[in-house]
């Protein structure tokens, strides 16, 4: 048995976007082939989005496998589950650090995940057709 307890940022993510994690990890009862036990926000601060991520684990997990299915949670939070596959790897494709999530395992196997920034790509709750890239704040773009 896994059990992640995912901490998004706070204005970086919004609850709809922890929702429609929550949701669509439900709906489709597994997470990255692994039966989802229970998944559900567990607090919401000013800071902090926080969902507890329960799932049966079949088999040992590769490094790589981890940290795909870390990305793919962000690929979840911008609604990118359904966009075009070259959308989807753009994602994929960059390293933790880049996407600025980290990561803290516990003695128990538990693990905290910490969501930094929100996903470089979104696409929109009432239009999945329009992608756009997440506005740079201190740019301004």
Do not use: C
């Not at 516990?106 to 979104?122: A, K, M, T």
């Amino acid at each position: 048995m896994a059990l992640w307890h995912l901490m998004f940022n706070r204005p970086a993510f919004t609850k709809g976007q922890a929702k429609h994690i929550v949701y669509t990890l439900q709906d489709r009862g597994e997470f990255g082939g692994f039966p989802v036990v229970h998944v559900g926000i567990v607090r919401d601060t000013e800071e902090l989005l926080y969902i507890d991520l329960q799932f049966k684990l079949t088999l040992g997990l590769t490094q790589d496998t981890f940290e795909n299915m870390l990305k793919y949670l962000l690929v979840l939070s911008g609604r990118l589950d359904t966009a075009p596959l070259s959308v989807y790897f753009a994602v994929m494709q960059k390293n933790l650090d880049e996407l600025q999530i980290t990561y803290q395992r516990y003695e128990d196997h538990s693990l905290d995940v910490f969501f930094w920034q929100g996903p470089p790509i979104v696409a929109p709750a009432e239009d999945k057709e329009q992608l756009r890239f997440r506005q740079d704040e201190q740019s301004g773009q």
